[in-house]
């Protein structure tokens, strides 16, 4: 049995709206983050560790992208093309893609491409590439009007600039590959034919490993070949590596470092007997499969491989997952043969007995666990809330001694917090507090997670959120504030005994028995939040929650300036500070600021806050004149400073 050791568990980056709509995953400038491109949803830069967009970019209607954005390293600046023909280069920094540079050419562009150490490279539908500081209009004919580009690729070798091109005739099916070297006088450029009975191409890619170059193809009939581009035309040989089983034509490859490949659409063997579908990496030098996964049913032939990281649209979720591989060499091919065939002489085949004993424990949980989470996760083995409650508990049990964090990350707890969100049947409003008490559920769910609860209007699984989720994302937050303020106070009084009795218990709480609609939209104000990104969200609010709100903030000003400090909450308080409604009421004018100054209704509460804040701004400007008093006194009443007079002394203290 193949180890997968060498590529974990996945995890849900982000949700995508359309599978289609992305179009590529490049590298940014921290190894941490990547820039995620759309087709008309635009750009964003995604952090890889808590899962957030960083930043993003988007495109006026009529116009998208036609091939992923690249980023420049040097010069911190992101190049995109919009429609084919019209190039985009702007600064990470710039806030609008309209404020960089805008460079348009008469020959439709097939991609950028970003090289490490080098400037982008623009490569033309017609075979031609040039670098993006000597783009021109009409670049020069390469390829025959008949043929396509699928594939191309850019590497840097001894400090030049090598551009490979796939081409394939529309008519003839043949395949072409071209290598271009971008110099700084001229360009070279060589073409062949690859010759081959294997049927039709699947995928290719480029391995680059010192200054050797090498293309890899896939063949329908299974066949993986590599042939060396840096050996002279036309003497280059396309040998086959090895044979892949292949599951259907949905597949992608993509490099893994200089030696290794990653091939997705593979088929695998299981000790049960079925033929799974996963990720395989493959060392090109040995023509050995090193790890291998297994991958949702749902997924999209495109495969990108960034860092450490290996990423795979599947339905509406982008999953990354996390591999290792080894330095390709003999000394680790022969040790994995030599695993492998120890594992297969020590198996003990047990025909007389089905004795646990003799079976690995671990064995015995990893079958466990699966079968605990195929019955919670498929709808036909517990259609009722009774069996889901039962079978859900037996599971809890299971992974009672499970890492949490390992749990929450793994595609099984996806696919069972999906399935509590979407049942119709029943609302299973306890095991879903179970998975949020416990922390194993993922931050990355929040968004199925509040849609849910918001739709249910269940007021005490937010409150169980609020409670137990430090990272809660904007877009929730405003979900939840839209319908607390759509609530009326006596819905608020449907809530649960047992969360009036938390509630009362701390001393706090006795603000908030009056009123509870007050005390779930403070959870909200309580939260982290990023200014940029709840700017935005609260922007869909619609202008009557708007006024209900800014009333709200304005009430609370109001209390805070005349009660409290300044000074930020501690956990146990459930009042907001005065900070926090000032920073609320801040981001509410500015993304409402022309209605709120157009309209009337809001007139009164405009004057109102004005009064507020003159009101604090004289207290605060009598506080500055008492400073050089308190400075004075302080120099005066001020206790006479230690004086050091050696290892030993005696000193007399008078207390009149």
């Known amino acids: 049995m193949l180890s997968h050791t060498g590529i974990s568990d996945p995890f849900v980056l982000c949700s995508l709206s359309n599978s289609s709509d ?47 954005v690249v980023f420049n390293r040097q010069t911190e600046e992101l190049c995109a093309v919009v429609n084919k023909q019209v190039v985009y280069v702007w600064h ?55 043929e396509d580009i699928i594939y191309c690729s850019g590497n840097s070798i001894a400090d030049r600039t090598y551009v490979t091109t796939v081409q394939r005739h529309k008519i003839h099916n043949t395949v072409h590959v071209g290598l271009q070297c971008l110099c700084k006088s001229a360009s070279d450029y060589s073409r062949t034919k690859l010759n081959t009975d294997s049927g039709p191409l699947l995928g290719c890619c480029t391995l680059c490993q010192g200054s050797e170059l090498k293309l890899v193809t896939l063949w329908s009939d299974g066949s993986l070949c590599s ?64 790890a291998w996964r297994p991958v949702a049913e749902d997924y999209q032939p495109q495969l990108y491989c960034i860092d450490k990281y290996i990423f795979l649209p599947c339905g509406k979720t982008l999953h990354a997952f996390g591999y290792e591989h080894q330095q390709s060499s003999l000394v680790a091919v022969l040790g994995r043969c030599a695993t492998a065939s120890q594992e297969t002489s020590q198996s003990p085949v047990i025909k007389e007995t089905w004795d646990t004993d003799r079976i690995p424990k671990a064995d015995i949980l990893d079958q466990k666990l699966s079968k605990l989470f195929n019955a919670v996760t498929e709808s036909k083995k517990t259609p009722t809330l009774e069996s889901f409650s039962s079978a859900f508990d037996e599971l809890m049990n299971a992974l009672h001694d499970q890492d949490p964090l390992l749990t929450a990350s793994s595609d099984h707890m996806q696919q069972l917090t999906n399935r509590c969100c979407s049942e119709k049947r029943f609302w299973p409003r306890e095991q879903l507090m179970l998975l949020i008490k416990r922390g194993i559920l993922s931050t990355s769910l929040c968004n199925s997670l509040f849609t849910a609860a918001v739709a249910h209007q269940d007021l005490v699984l937010l409150h169980c959120c609020f409670l137990n989720i430090s990272d809660i994302p904007e877009k929730c937050l405003v979900w939840c504030l839209q319908l607390y303020l759509r609530l009326q106070e006596e819905d608020f009084e449907d809530v649960s005994t047992v969360l009036r009795q938390q509630l009362e218990n701390g001393n706090t709480a006795q603000e908030f028995r009056n009123s509870w609609k007050t005390h779930f939209i403070n959870q909200i ?58 920073d609320w009421t801040s981001l509410l004018i500015d993304a409402h600021f022309t209605q709120l100054v157009l309209s009337p209704d809001a007139r009164e509460m405009l004057v109102e806050l004005h009064q507020i804040v003159e009101t604090q701004v004289q207290f605060y400007v009598e506080l500055v004149s008492l400073e050089g008093i308190l400075t004075q006194l302080k120099q005066k009443c001020a206790l006479p400073q230690k004086q050091c007079v050696g290892l030993y002394s005696i000193e007399t203290l008078h207390v009149y």
């Open 22 to 68: 992305l179009i590529g995953i490049e590298a940014h400038k921290d190894t941490c983050n990547v820039v995620l491109s759309f087709r008309s949803r635009g750009v964003s830069i995604y952090k890889i560790d808590d899962q957030k967009p960083l930043q993003s970019w988007s495109l006026r209607r009529g116009r998208q992208f036609t091939c992923p």
């Open 92 to 146: 990470q920094d710039e806030i609008d893609i309209q404020n960089g540079r805008k460079i348009t050419v008469q020959q439709p562009i097939f991609q950028v491409l970003s090289i490490p150490g080098q400037e982008p490279v623009v490569v033309y539908s017609n075979g031609r590439a040039e670098s993006l500081s000597n783009i021109t209009e009409k670049p020069q004919q390469l390829i025959g009007e008949d």
């Open 227 to 290: 042939m060396d581009l840096m050996s002279a035309f036309p003497l280059k040989t396309h040998r086959v590596v090895q044979h892949v089983q292949i599951i259907s034509h949905n597949i992608a490859i993509a490099p893994v470092g200089g030696a290794h490949i990653a091939i997705l659409g593979t088929k695998f063997q299981a000790t049960d007997g079925n033929e799974n579908v996963g990720i395989g990496i493959w060392d090109m030098k040995f023509g050995t499969l090193q």
């Open 525 to 582: 104000l309580n939260c982290s939040y990023n200014d940029v990104f709840l700017l935005e969200c609260l922007r869909i609010m619609q202008f009557e929650q708007v006024l209900v709100f800014l009333r709200f903030l304005l009430d609370g000003l109001s209390l805070r300036a005349a009660t409290e400090d300044t000074h930020k909450p501690t956990l146990k308080q459930q009042q907001p500070s005065l900070l926090q409604f000032v």
